[in-house]
């Protein structure tokens, strides 16, 4: 009889050994399943990151055309301040233009009085 304990002793030291060994096989594919959980959230964070920067870029490139925009405008307000200017002094220039005509103008029915006043002063000499 004493063989029989020992069978026993050795089958369940099988079973125990087996029942480890699928255990073991259990751990190995969850610890598996967990590395391809733990690569596939790395590519998503991955990815995340990736479209961050593609975002931060952007708002970059936004905010350099934005100051560009900015000092295109700060050029046209100056370009449009030096015209209303040049307009300005168009118009003076103009006023003053007509201003020494209508003198001009002033003085020559001034003469064209003087001469007639003088002409008819001769015919009433000349009468």
Same mark, same amino acid.
């Given at each position: 009889?004493?063989?029989?304990?020992?069978?026993?002793?050795?089958?369940?030291?099988?079973?125990?050994?087996?029942? %480890?060994?699928?255990?073991? @096989? /259990?751990? +190995?594919? *969850?610890? #598996?399943?967990? $590395?391809?959980?733990? !690569?596939? =959230? &790395?590519?998503?964070?991955?990815? %995340?990151?990736?479209?961050? @920067? /593609?975002? +931060?870029? *952007?708002? #970059?490139?936004? $905010?350099?055309?934005? !100051?560009? =925009? &900015?000092?295109?405008?700060?050029?046209?307000?100056?370009?449009? @301040? /030096?015209? +209303?200017?040049?307009?300005?002094?168009?118009?003076?220039?103009?006023?003053?233009?007509?201003?020494?005509?209508?003198?001009?103008?002033?003085?020559? @029915?001034?003469? +064209?009085?003087?001469?007639?006043?003088?002409?008819?002063?001769?015919?009433?000499?000349?009468?």
């Amino acid at each position: 009889m004493p063989a029989e304990p020992n069978r026993q002793d050795a089958q369940r030291s099988s079973e125990s050994v087996e029942a %480890h060994r699928t255990s073991a @096989e /259990a751990a +190995r594919n *969850e610890a #598996e399943q967990f $590395r391809r959980l733990a !690569e596939e =959230a &790395r590519e998503v964070r991955d990815q %995340h990151r990736e479209a961050l @920067e /593609a975002v +931060r870029q *952007e708002r #970059e490139r936004l $905010r350099e055309v934005g !100051e560009q =925009a &900015r000092i295109a405008g700060e050029g046209a307000r100056a370009a449009a @301040e /030096a015209a +209303r200017d040049a307009a300005i002094s168009a118009v003076h220039a103009t006023a003053e233009s007509l201003e020494a005509t209508l003198d001009g103008m002033r003085i020559m @029915e001034e003469m +064209r009085r003087t001469l007639r006043d003088i002409r008819d002063s001769h015919k009433l000499d000349s009468n």
